[in-house]
């Protein structure tokens, strides 16, 4: 059980200790806020090591998040991901990444409060 805001908070915080412990043998991990922007935005580049040979990928993406409130006063989080390039503004340049095959993913995560500590999470991601 875990309250919706809090599962919120575990997805979208990508830059804390304990993400940047979990990525810690990854060979590329950034992480830079859109500030500026207002998007309310995170550019994220992360290598993933694929399995039987084949080469690492590197994903290079933009998340960005809203919240609806429901008529009930419980709240709907929604965070959407896509490949950086959809993203009109200035991007993240990793040196170590450009040396490094491209991949792609694309998706939404929606968690939508059930009561005060239990959420629903819908993960769709391609």
Not at 58 to 71: G, N, P, R
Not at 89 to 98: C, D, F, I, N, T
Request: net charge neutral.
């Amino acid at each position: 059980d875990v309250k919706g805001v809090e599962l919120m908070a575990d997805l979208w915080l990508l830059d804390t200790y304990k993400k940047k412990e979990e990525g810690r043998n990854v060979a590329v991990r950034e992480v830079r806020k859109n500030d500026g922007d207002g998007s309310r935005g995170l550019h994220f580049v992360e290598s993933v090591s694929l399995p039987g040979g084949l080469q690492d990928r590197v994903l290079k993406s933009w998340y960005t998040w809203d919240v609806k409130v429901e008529a009930d006063g419980s709240r709907t989080y929604i965070i959407a991901f896509c490949p950086l390039e959809k993203y009109s503004g200035e991007h993240l340049s990793v040196p170590a990444a450009e040396k490094m095959k491209a991949g792609t993913s694309r998706g939404v995560y929606i968690i939508k409060e059930i009561t005060e500590n239990t959420c629903e999470w819908t993960k769709v991601q391609q």
